[in-house]
């Protein structure tokens, strides 16, 4: 026996909750409320920015600048006036900025949860000892009375003990656009979620009266366990959070393992032991990319703008790149692949397929708005899509759907389960019973022989594989004591009215679209409540599967509810691209099995009940324009558009800014070798150190930072869409991209550059083995000539960086202008660090002679075209594109 | 025998509901309620004990209620005395309804009788008053114990008739201190291994709860983040009871771990039953 609080009579519920209609004593409702806390929604704990700030301070990257930043200060005590005070600082600073970034991201949950709580009002009315006083929400304990009307947010789950004419919107929950009339009757059978009898907390009634008992409050709602996961329930981190802190390890590592490498081959070789930590700071000045983390950040903040103007939101910065390494795409129907316009395109007589006309048609009209709930609205319907449909349709044959709907004496919602609506009419002093659904839920209750069923059946699929919405409307004269008996008895001996065919036309670029995401290695996969012929049908348009899919490509929601997820991951594996009168639990599943299967999925959704799937996916798309706010929330991208078209577009900028960080990163990268091998020489032989701490730090975070923020504002190139997903698999930092940069990029620098320092040195007088101090000009100069070397050569490698095997002059430098700003700044900086007294100050540097400066000068071209033939060497010459 | 420890709060009433569901399960449907009170009785507990045996004659259900002082020893001490024990005895409770500090369970009269482990034990924290003890969908992490599902069968043999579907959770925990994801190859092993033994336990399930016919399904993940696995999974089918066996953690491994058992009981959005069976 099912005994739920909607399954229980009002009296029933107002004693199991030790209340009355008049409602609770105040000391009563005191008492409770010290026992079961306030009706408020989860709070993050206090301070937890705080924790949230300390946290980015703790991760091994921030430790290792904090603990160098503290190597510092202390060799600054030790040895004063050699500037290590200053690299201290300017260490503690990056650490500081890094910390910043990514908290700035983390903070967007306190978001999240805000809007949920602007769902709930802060005073609702109530009785209390028989009184109507008004109460504040949060002082809400079970048992208490709410007193309801037209207008009223619900501020807590509870059971209607009365209702006259009650109407509500539970879309924040159940994400459907349908309203539900309301009863204070018990209902016998179904989820207590779907109840007619009870309302939710964040709901809101738009119609009517009543009074309801409060049965839960706080995180107990259905609200607050929405809440509630979204503040404790984190997200797995991304394909690319997991690559970036992967990347932030494998560089840390290898600063750390040649920093102790060297600091211990230096007290080995009988170096002084600050000496050897100023050397071992160097290498891991030199090998961590201070810059990196911002210009990632940058790169995605800057990716995300460019998908708000192609109609994507992105509510979470690693989304951006996500959406970059997506394998599946799982896809509505309704709004997302068809314009979401229904239009009643044929009324058919269900057995023999013939179009009803006259009052036949009529009839069914009318039998289908009674079923309805439609509103008017500035002179125009609203309602479900669906339900306007039809009144619109009537109203072409001179009905009055609205006059119509207004004797209609009792409502039965859509059910989402069941997938039909209902409602009773009472005409003329006939009452009349009318039902309009899926033609598979309609079908049990008809009266007609097995014969004509089976025509029917015949009628429906033919339609249906037409790519058309079939409903069936029955209807049958009801006797007065009926009006209220319980659904089960008045949808018995129903006589079948016939079948409205709707039809919702294919967005036009829905085609492209899917065609591209093949082309791209993508996987869509059409998941909707629809009728399975009619899923193929629009499959079929859509060119997610082929025209000639017969029924083995669609999958039944009946069938899915009894599949394990390897069962279902089998039928992935074999190829199944369409899931039919699918529940939002079973979109669960699908993901679930898709994850299983190790894909990047993205999963598009619109109602609250979709949410658990948007949080499952890899990245969840929720629909702007029909989407609820909490499927919103759940998502991390929003489609301003609600068109499957602006996936594939945020597809193509993802793979783009990943494309473009790996650019950036080889840039950045390569010139950790010329500031790295300075070092080794000086430790292993007997010549003057080429490159000052400070000067490492110029190059990391001065002179490099603009052109890798540049490099990754690169448009899509065209090759973006032509490559398969990258995947779980995709690394940032892989072999290939690490011995690119530092075993010939990075080694070709430091070779130019040590060359230039040594030529400079020779010029001036000194040779091998003899000492140099600090401080002399010659020395000063020759630490110019190196860091000016390292400069330029940076420049021919950031336009090197711009194709992956092409030229990084094929498009063109101004099709990526901030790469000339880049290039200048790199250039005004270099020319400043030679001859602007300032610098030379705080980095020690002095003025070349120009043929040095011509020199060093050259090391751009030099870069640039040695890149370009070991380009040119390893892959067959590729044609440039059409400019 | 079924016994119910009442406190005669609102928290006790919906725990109640739990203890009625599961005594109609038992062979001898038969429901002991004990109260042990430390100064006075609760407020309206006539009335509310009324209530519990109300709906216990509606199931079908013997009832008796039984208060008692409590002794200088305290609440849960006079449980344990009252109580026959070994494993033919089960003893529903409940966790509290407001964290103290961010303890549901710690300190606890409940928390005293499942570490007693002389009966069977099943402290239950309720979020979903609405459902009255019939919770539907259920649940259930295992953690790859050699036992399998064995101590967690008594509790889903009282769930009975109500299990409607069953899910087994298996989150096969990757160290924190790994500094690389595990190659394809590694983590295809470690799944296979946990699907084996879930299968296990699916099986062992499905026979001791023959004559109820539910939905099986289970799955199995790597993650380095259990609690919040189970919590999602939890949310992801829509489960209205999560079923977790005590913890057998040491000192060092709540100082160095915490406890999990909290943080689900914590961060829940289903009702929770913290089981564990007689020594």
Not at chain 1, 330 to 346: F, P, Q, S, Y
Not at chain 1, 627 to 646: C, H, K, M, P, Y
Not at chain 1, 771 to 781: G, K, M, Q
Request: one cysteine or more.
């Amino acid at each position: 026996m099912d005994r739920q609080i909607h399954n229980l009579e009002v009296a029933e519920t107002l004693s199991l909750l030790r209340s009355r209609t008049e409602g609770l004593h105040p000391e009563e409702a005191a008492a409770r409320l010290v026992e079961i806390g306030p009706n408020t929604l989860t709070r993050p704990p206090r301070l937890s920015w705080l924790r949230l700030l300390g946290k980015q301070f703790a991760n091994l990257f921030s430790l290792l600048l904090d603990v160098s930043a503290v190597l510092c200060f202390v060799a600054d005590r030790m040895s004063p006036g050699e500037g290590m005070g200053v690299l201290g600082w300017a260490l503690a600073s990056v650490a500081l900025i890094n910390a910043i970034f990514t908290f700035a991201q983390e903070m967007r949950a306190e978001r999240a949860m805000d809007a949920l709580r602007r769902m709930l009002p802060q005073r609702i009315t109530a009785r209390r000892a028989g009184l109507e006083v008004e109460v504040l929400t949060e002082e809400l304990v079970p048992g208490d009375v709410l007193v309801l009307s037209e207008g009223d947010r619900i501020p807590a789950d509870a059971r209607l003990v009365e209702s006259h004419d009650l109407l509500a919107n539970n879309a924040p929950l159940t994400g459907e656009s349908r309203n539900v009339s309301l009863t204070a009757d018990r209902v016998v059978a179904g989820a207590l979620t779907d109840s007619p009898n009870l309302v939710f907390a964040g709901c809101s009634l738009l119609r009517g009266s009543g009074a309801a008992v409060v049965y839960a409050t706080g995180r107990r709602t259905e609200l607050g366990k929405i809440a509630s996961l979204s503040v404790n329930v984190r997200r797995p981190p991304t394909p690319l959070e997991r690559e970036v802190t992967r990347t932030v390890r494998v560089l840390t590592a290898v600063a750390l393992v040649m920093g102790v490498a060297f600091f211990a081959y230096g007290l080995a070789v009988g170096r002084p032991l600050w000496v050897n930590v100023v050397f071992m700071l160097g290498i891991i000045v030199a090998n961590v990319p201070e810059g990196l983390l911002p210009t990632l950040t940058l790169a995605l903040a800057m990716g995300g703008l460019r998908l708000a103007r192609k109609n994507v939101l992105v509510k979470s910065l690693n989304a951006v790149e996500a959406l970059g390494s997506v394998e599946v795409i799982c896809t509505d129907k309704t709004g997302t692949l068809t314009r979401n316009e229904l239009a009643v395109t044929g009324v058919v007589d269900a057995v023999s397929g013939e179009a009803h006309a006259g009052e036949a048609r009529r009839a069914l009209l009318e039998a289908a708005v009674v079923a309805s709930e439609i509103h008017e609205q500035a002179g125009a319907l609203t309602g479900d899509p669906l339900d306007v449909a039809c009144a619109v349709a009537l109203r072409r044959l001179g009905g009055d759907p609205l006059a119509l709907s207004r004797d209609v004496v009792r409502r039965l919602a859509f059910d989402v389960e069941r997938r039909r609506a209902a409602g009773v009419v009472a005409r003329g002093g006939e009452r009349r019973f009318s039902i309009k659904g899926a033609w598979e839920v309609v079908r049990p209750h008809v009266t007609l022989p097995e014969e004509a069923l089976a025509r029917a059946d015949a009628v429906v699929r033919r339609l249906a594989s037409d790519g058309l919405r079939v409903i069936a409307v029955a209807s049958r004269e009801v006797a007065a004591s009926e009006v209220d008996a319980a659904e089960v008895v008045l949808e018995d001996r129903l006589e079948l009215h016939g079948l409205i065919c709707l039809s919702d036309p294919l967005r036009d670029e829905v085609p492209a679209a899917v065609a591209r995401c093949k082309e791209a290695g993508i996987r869509v996969v059409l998941v909707t409540g629809d009728h399975p012929d009619t899923a193929r049908a629009i499959a079929a348009l859509a060119g997610i599967v082929p025209v000639d899919a017969g029924e083995e490509a669609v999958i039944t929601g009946a069938r899915l509810e009894a599949m394990r997820e390897h069962e279902i991951v089998a039928q992935l594996d074999r190829g199944a691209a369409v899931f039919a009168r699918t529940t939002p639990e079973q979109k669960l599943k699908i993901v679930g099995a898709f994850k299983r299967m190790g894909l990047v999925v993205a999963m598009t959704g619109d109602g609250v009940n979709d949410a658990p799937a948007l949080r499952a996916a890899d990245v969840g798309v929720a629909m702007g324009a029909g989407g609820t706010d909490v499927a919103r929330e759940a998502a991390q991208i929003v489609l301003l558009d609600d068109n499957f078209a602006s996936i594939v577009a945020g597809v193509e900028e993802g793979r783009t800014v990943f494309a473009n960080m790996r650019k950036f990163t080889s840039y950045v990268l390569a010139s950790n070798v010329p500031e790295m091998i300075p070092f080794l020489v000086y430790v292993v032989l007997p010549v003057p150190l080429g490159l000052t701490v400070l000067q490492i730090l110029s190059v990391d975070l001065g002179s490099d930072l603009l052109p890798a923020i540049a490099l990754g504002q690169e448009p899509p190139d065209g090759e973006a869409m032509a490559r398969r997903p990258r995947g779980f698999g995709g690394r940032l930092l892989d072999t290939r991209l690490l011995l690119r940069s530092y075993l010939f990029l990075g080694l070709v620098e430091a070779a130019f550059a040590m060359t230039v320092f040594f030529l400079v040195l020779w010029s001036g007088g000194w040779r091998y083995g003899l000492p140099i101090s600090a401080t002399d000009p010659l020395y000063r100069s020759a630490t110019t000539a190196t860091l000016v070397s390292v400069i330029f050569a940076q420049i021919g490698n950031l336009v090197g960086r711009r194709y992956e095997a092409r030229s990084g002059l094929d498009r063109g430098l101004f099709t990526n202008r901030l790469i000339l700003v880049g290039v200048a700044l790199e250039i005004a900086f270099a020319i400043a660090a030679m001859y602007w007294p300032p610098l030379w100050r705080a980095l020690g540097t002095g003025p070349l002679p120009s043929w040095a400066v011509a020199l060093a000068a050259a090391g751009a071209p030099l870069l640039f075209l040695v890149d370009l033939a070991r380009k040119r060497a390893s892959r067959p010459r590729i044609p440039s594109p059409p400019r | 025998m079924l016994v119910f420890a009442y406190d005669g709060s609102l928290n006790g009433d919906w725990v109640a509901h739990y203890a009625v569901r599961f005594a109609a399960s038992t062979p001898d449907r038969c429901l002991r309620m004990l109260h042990v009170h430390d100064a006075a009785p609760a407020n309206h507990l006539a009335e509310r004990v009324a209530r519990i045996a109300d709906e216990c004659r509606l199931l079908g259900v013997g009832f008796s209620a039984e208060l008692h002082p409590g002794a200088s020893a305290g609440v849960a001490e006079r449980l344990i005395a009252l109580c026959p024990p070994g494993p033919g005895t089960t003893l529903v409770c409940g966790a509290r309804a407001r964290a103290r500090g961010l303890a549901f369970l710690a300190g606890t009269v409940s928390a005293r009788l499942l570490a007693s482990a002389r009966f069977g034990v099943v402290a239950l924290r309720v979020v979903h008053p609405g459902v009255l003890g019939q919770p539907g969908r259920v649940l259930l992490p295992v953690a790859g114990h050699p036992r399998g599902a064995a101590d967690a069968i008594p509790l889903l043999r009282l769930i009975g008739a109500d299990l409607r579907h069953l899910h087994v959770l298996f989150v096969r925990e990757a160290s924190r201190l790994r500094l690389h994801d595990p190659g394809h190859v590694a983590l295809e092993r470690l799944l296979a291994e946990g699907r084996a033994y879930v299968a296990r336990v699916e099986d062992e399930a499905r026979a001791a709860l023959a004559p109820h016919g539910f939905a099986l399904d289970a799955s199995v993940v790597l993650a380095k983040d259990v609690v919040g696995e189970i919590l999602v999974c939890a949310a992801r089918h829509r489960v209205r009871l999560v079923c977790l066996g005590a913890s057998e953690r040491t000192l060092p491994e709540r100082i160095v771990s915490g406890s999990p058992i909290e943080r689900v009981l914590r961060e829940t959005t289903a009702d929770v039953a913290v089981y564990r069976g007689a020594r």
